[in-house]
């Protein structure tokens, strides 16, 4: 079984998505990438290193990747020369942070490029826990991707992309809504150069998230905890990675592709995936009524072949019970393609609320220390959908 199909198996699923789409659209989005230059930035993570592969099969002429992980960026290399192996294009990585000085001297060295690809984000709810990690989180998920989308337009690129999330659909955390509001920071860079962007549900055991901790777990001998109460859409890494590359190469400015519902796409309870991840490495998942008891039982039900889980009902700051891709507000373009569809509407971006955003966050920052409170009445002032209930429940107070 490969890869690919094994994940389908975990997140309930037999058959892929898009694969109407690629037989369709295929021999255009080889031709599209064939020849092309591309910078892909924070490209060492699950779905951008996902994307590097795709590019790099359908030999681009040069591949530079950005990431500030130099050993994700060793694991890409090794990934693709263990599988693709080599092309006649010029294919690097650069371990660099996208707001540095030293990304610049890099991009005006190696560049210019036709797609300039943006990858990088702070995606975890649990980083909005503190004012600090939260700034960090508005540095990267918006004003990065700004700057680098002004990058893309004042050098000529054909197109800049950055994948956004579903939970920038009514959102419901701070890590949604800084997403909505790079949404809308793109729509102003929109004037300058072509922009497209992508919505989609998690990644199946991507990088950080709670399915990949599960591997951690087992390796370490320790118990499995998720929520059963909490139903998310999942894709694998590879149809990630085709849903960016069939809006880096088909997408209109300002449109927003995102994965249709059907029966290959269903909410799936964290739960239920725990249990069948825990059935492909050969072991039974065993419900502990408490963490204790879980951390307890390992040994003993390790023998077994069995495997201490505790589930549990989520009540922390920013958990959506269910994901969305789009909102009533915006407009759907539901006939391009088979498994794909398209937001087509300008998002309405407010240039004087923009501006005031980028204001006030400097203004706290000069401050040279803040509170969580300004940040959490600004996000409400700038998405007048978003109203952040604060539980003072976060994630990392669980197991």
Known sequence: MSHHQGLLSIIGREQGLFEQDLATYGDRLDEA??????????????????????VFIRNPAVLHVVDISENNLAEVVRDIRSSAGYIDGDFRTFALDC??????????ACGPYDYVLNFSALKHVRSESDPYTLMRMIDVNIFNTDRTARYAAETGAKKYF??????????????????????????????DVTVSSARFANVAFSDG???????????????????????????????????????????????????R????????????????????????????DSEDEARARVDEL??????????????????KDFEEFYTDAESVDWERFKDLGIVTCDLGWDADALAHFERTIAELKA?????????????????????????????????
């Open 99 to 108: 707001g540095d000085p030293t990304f610049d001297a890099m991009t005006a």
């Open 162 to 191: 950055c994948v956004s999330t579903d939970k920038a659909s009514n959102p419901v955390n701070m890590m949604g809504a800084s997403k909505r509001i790079m949404e809308l920071f793109l729509m102003r860079r929109a004037e």
């Open 209 to 259: 998230s709670l399915p990949f901790a599960w591997t951690q777990r087992i390796r370490k001998r320790q118990p499995l905890a998720a929520p059963n109460d909490v139903r998310r859409y999942f894709v694998t890494d590879t149809e990630g990675a085709i849903l960016c590359l069939m809006s880096i190469c088909f997408g209109e400015n300002r449109e927003i592709f995102f994965p």
């Open 302 to 319: 390790a023998a077994q072949k069995k495997w201490p889980c505790f589930f549990f009902e989520s009540d922390t700051t920013g958990e």
């Open 33 to 54: 990438v064939r020849g092309g230059r591309f910078l892909v930035i924070g490209g060492a993570g699950s779905i951008g290193s996902a994307v590097v592969k795709q």
């Open 367 to 399: 401050a040279g220390t803040w509170d969580k409170a300004p940040i959490v009445e600004l996000f409400n002032r700038t998405l007048s959908n978003f109203d952040h209930l604060e539980t003072g429940k976060y994630l990392d107070q669980k197991m």
């Open 261 to 288: 519902l059907s029966d290959k796409l269903h909410l799936t309870k964290f739960s239920e995936i725990a249990v069948r991840y825990l059935e492909s490495v050969g072991y039974e998942a065993v419900a502990c």
